[in-house]
């Protein structure tokens, strides 16, 4: 099969709200979350599909979806005369359609435009995860098992799986059964202590998809979603085959990053992916040459680190961190930190294991630590998050229940 022809069409659902990332999705949809300093969230499955050589990619949009169309307009535009497109399509109301109701939805509501280029597959991939992977591979297996339907999966300790959707397998990875959030999840043979959670990638057959959405569509009692409802109803007639993604070879990976695969819906999840990054040898290696992230860019200038004066303590310096294009350290001291273009730390601050989203500016003499700002948030000189929690909430910032700070536009400092 021809991946770059009419053989595959690939659909990234990239409509979610990120209800549990609020207040940092109040303003932009979950797939258009900054992350790494340089990229957006939505980057990762798109450079996935680009390097998988799968080039007529539809982006299906709904919550918030003005920075994500912005992003995707100045970065992801492909060769129209080769037959290539990255296609933003948000949803409409009108013509008796109404907003997505669920996956499935956004699916059936598009299915005119999958049936004008008559693929032998539709691809389904989210749009919010972080990992790499050859999805090449996954045809290959999903043609050769003789599959209608695969998804991919991903071995996960059986201890963390009750808020994921799970699967039971047979000894040739066929599904035998679909569990959501399950509190009991089922024990994955090859290894008892993990079991097997949804990665919400998936491979149709073309005629297949046509009609699970039909039956789904025509159900009243469905909440139109692809894990809760389509697989539910049809693993017994159909041949669903769950691929592994831990046997996904991508170029210029190590062993230990092989089956990396992070779902950062919450706060937590995103801060702990954030510093997965920093480590002196990061699990998901953002230089790999081979399979570079791919992404959206801008001319900023390098970045500066600036003052040098040990009697003082003014000096620049960062350590264990990542710093993007047109950052200046001044004076300020930064620790295990992702910064994203354009922040700016001023004189004898200290922040330490913190994501500061493009344009903040921390003032002189702040301490800050396991926080997260939003974008063009200008932090005060002598302010101190991360310390206290109830200083903080009667701030307005979000604190979690582990101690992760989330500081929106929204928060007013006293000056």
Known sequence: MNSTGHGIETFVLAGGEGKRLFPLTRRRAKPAMPFAGEYRLIDFVLTNLVHSNLLRIHVLTQYESYSLIRHLSRGWTFSSHLGQYCEVIPAMYGEGRGWYQGSADALFQNLERIQRDQPKMVAVFGADHIYRMDVQQMVDEHLAAGAEISVSVVPHPIEEASQLGCLEVDERMRVTRFLEKPPAPPPFPQDPAKSLVSMGN?????????????????????????????????????????????????????????????DVGTILSYWKASMDLVSVTPVFNLYNYEWPILTARTDYPPAKFVFADQETNRMGIATDSLVSNGCIISGGHIDRCVLAPRVRINSYSTVNESVLFEGVEVGRRCRIRRTIVDKRVTIPSDTTIGFDDEEDRARGITVTEEGIRAVSSEVRFER
């Open 202 to 262: 998936y491979l149709f057959n073309f005629e297949v998809l046509q009609e699970v959405l039909r039956v789904d569509h025509g159900d009243p009692t469905s909440q139109h979603d692809i894990g809760r409802n389509i697989f539910p109803r049809w693993y017994e007639k159909l041949h669903i085959h769950a691929y592994n993604f831990q046997n996904n070879a991508v170029p210029g990976t190590t062993e230990a990053e092989r089956g990396y695969w992070r």
